[in-house]
């Protein structure tokens, strides 16, 4: 079992939607949540990261923690193309400080 | 959060030679780290870099292949060693500071042994 899975997709929403992408995780002491973006050719940029169960809003963006299933989601609203990119989940596991990465998972947000 | 230059941004290099990649920081940093990301995969951490100490390397990783140096808590160095076509990919520096902060990324190196 994968540490952090993600569904790789392709995902595809129409632009104005709300695009959810999720990841689940297998080290159940693992303390830290990331989202990052990456845009083809460019390096991860941090969207959010989550520490405690429940939601966590940024503008159009919501991380919702769920440590007693093992999962972590990423909700974006009001969807635009410029959204389009990969989206990688990261986790701290118990006792270390370093970012374990899901395979992440490609959106495309259609006009 | 953490600004990080990392330098240079791509480079084609000869087999069997050695290329070093310079990463620095805007401000002090607990953590630094090396990736690896290959065309169309996700990231693979290859080592954590220490200030002061030894690298500490992840599972298929060895110092001879990959040495890091890390003098201070702004500045680390990977240097790819004896290259070969294997080698071609996106190296990138991470950093940040600790738990609780999230961790940033350098703009990346992209490597072609030829």
Do not use: H
Not at chain 1, 3 to 8: A, D, I, R, Y
Not at chain 2, 24 to 46: A, E, K, N
């Amino acid at each position: 079992q994968k540490e952090v899975e993600q569904n790789s997709g392709p995902l595809s929403v129409p632009e104005g939607a709300i695009a959810s992408l999720n990841c689940t995780y297998s080290d159940r002491g693992s303390q830290s949540f990331f989202w990052y973006r990456q845009y083809s050719g460019k390096s991860p940029e941090l969207i959010m990261f989550i520490y405690s169960n429940g939601d966590k809003e940024d503008g159009r963006f919501t991380a919702q923690l769920n440590k007693a299933s093992q999962y972590v989601s990423l909700l974006i609203r009001d969807s635009q193309p410029s959204d389009s990119a990969t989206y990688l989940c990261a986790v701290i596991p118990q006792g270390a400080q370093k970012l374990v990465f899901g395979q992440g998972t490609r959106l495309t947000i259609n006009p | 959060s953490a600004v990080i230059s990392q330098k240079p941004s791509r480079d084609i290099c000869q087999r069997g030679t050695s290329l070093t990649i310079q990463c620095q920081v805007d401000s002090q940093v607990t953590m630094m780290f090396w990736y690896r990301q290959q065309p169309g995969q996700s990231l693979t951490l290859i080592a954590t870099a220490n200030q002061g100490s030894e690298a500490t390397y992840e599972s298929g990783f060895v110092i001879d292949k990959f040495p890091i140096s890390r003098p201070n808590l702004t500045f680390s160095t990977l240097t790819v060693s004896n290259m070969s076509p294997e080698d071609s990919s996106i190296y990138l520096c991470s950093a940040g500071a600790g738990l609780g902060y999230g961790y940033t990324f350098g703009s990346g190196t992209r490597l072609t042994v030829v």
